[in-house]
């Protein structure tokens, strides 16, 4: 069964960092496109960046170009989101998920995707 668990939100302070973890199981990355998905309270949830599966390739909101970075380790069959520099406007339910997408250029977009985790909270306040 495809299973994907998020970890590794908390409470952080305005220019503070945070790395969050996306572990799959029931499937290897290399056959998936994985995004990164926020929501913030009363709003829609929005892509922030997302990888495609097999070459790697990358995308970004730019909302958090420059600031956050996308990465995998196939080893681990686990997907991060490094983020830095980190603003109040960032605070919401942070969700990856998972997708046979071919079209990168959707990559970005919560109607591509079929699997999703249950969020993790992220929280920037001082």
């Known amino acids: 069964q495809l299973q994907l668990v998020e970890s590794g939100g908390g409470l952080v302070q305005p220019g503070g960092s945070l790395r969050l973890s996306c572990a799959a199981s029931?499937?290897?990355?290399?056959?998936?496109?994985i995004g990164w998905f926020r929501q913030a309270p009363g709003k829609e949830r929005e892509g922030l960046s997302c990888?495609?599966?097999?070459?790697?390739?990358?995308n970004y909101a730019d909302s958090v170009k420059g600031r956050f970075t996308i990465s995998k380790d196939n080893a681990k069959n686990t997907v991060y989101l490094q983020m830095n520099n980190l603003k109040p406007e960032d605070t919401g339910v942070y969700y990856c998920?998972?997708?046979?997408?071919?079209?990168?250029?959707?990559?970005?977009?919560?109607?591509?995707?079929?699997?999703w985790g249950q969020g993790t909270q992220v929280t920037v306040s001082s």
């Open positions: 998920a998972a997708t046979t997408l071919v079209l990168f250029s959707l990559c970005m977009s919560t109607h591509a995707y079929n699997y």
């Open positions: 029931g499937f290897t990355l290399d056959d998936y496109t």
């Open positions: 990888i495609s599966r097999s070459t790697g390739r990358t």
